[in-house]
């Protein structure tokens, strides 16, 4: 039953409305489980439907946080009040820690994860793929484990939805991605030298450019992600000897 409820969140935006947003969407996706748990009660069967069928609202992939925590509410035969309050209460941080991690943080930087790859010589259909790998790795875990995380801990889901540290990842992942701005932005500066400006004023200002960038990129991004920045700096010379060769 978790896995058919997992497979059925994938759409649980399907049936977005401005009114009811992602309610009905919700209501998809528990359907099988409320069938299948008040089977031998029809009228708690159509309490169920009608408490499930109003307004809620999740970032998507946050989802199965809310989705577990209500199919164990369910399970454990809860109030309905206290399933309806708390389907009131869990939207707005899903709403909120959803975004500011995913939209903000996690697609930006793996764009520019991709965008520097194949400024570097990775060719075009592998770093499609490595936009697609990676930007996707993350919210299928996490979606996973919120389902799970919902279903073990119930109506006390916030437990596992602090220890999953979202903010403090949307925290690195974002800095993570100033420190690709600035090997991005660096490397198209450096790359636009023409070689007939090699001993000119304009040269000297475009490598000064390019190493502000790169070394503010490096300095903003060392903060939070903790990488000593001997290792930071073998990683941008390898980057730039196959770029350079490739090139």
């Known amino acids: 039953m978790k896995a058919r409820l997992f497979r059925r969140l994938f759409l649980i935006q399907g049936l977005w409305n401005y009114r009811t947003l992602l309610g009905p969407g919700m209501l998809w996706a528990l359907l099988p489980l409320l069938r299948s748990e008040y089977r031998n009660d029809a009228e708690a069967l159509e309490a169920a439907l009608e408490r499930h069928s109003g307004l809620f609202n999740a970032h998507p ?5 809310a989705a577990g925590a209500l199919a164990r ?4 035969r809860e109030p309905g009040s206290m399933i ?5 209460v869990i939207r707005g941080p899903l709403g909120s820690l959803g975004d ?16 520097a790859a194949g400024l570097m010589g990775l060719p075009a259909p592998l770093t499609i793929f490595l936009f697609l790998g990676v930007y996707n790795a993350a919210h299928l875990v996490v979606r996973w484990q919120g389902l799970e995380a919902g279903w073990i801990h119930g109506r006390g889901v916030a437990e596992g939805l602090a220890r999953m540290g979202l903010p403090d990842h949307a925290e690195r992942t974002g800095r993570g991605g100033v420190m690709l701005l600035g090997l991005v932005l660096g490397w198209v500066v450096v790359r636009a030298l023409d070689p007939d400006l090699m001993h000119t004023g304009t040269a000297i200002l475009l490598v000064g450019s390019g190493g502000f ?3 503010a990129g490096i300095l903003r991004g060392r903060e939070s992600t903790g990488w000593p920045p001997a290792f930071i700096l073998f990683v941008i010379v390898a980057l730039f000897g196959w770029g350079w060769i490739s090139g």
């Open 73 to 76: 509410m369910e399970v454990d």
């Open 100 to 115: 500011r991690f995913f939209w903000a943080a996690w697609l930006p930087t793996t764009i520019l994860l991709a965008g």
């Open 84 to 88: 309806q309050r708390f389907r009131e």
């Open 213 to 215: 960038l790169f070394v």
């Open 61 to 65: 992939y946050l989802a199965g946080f």
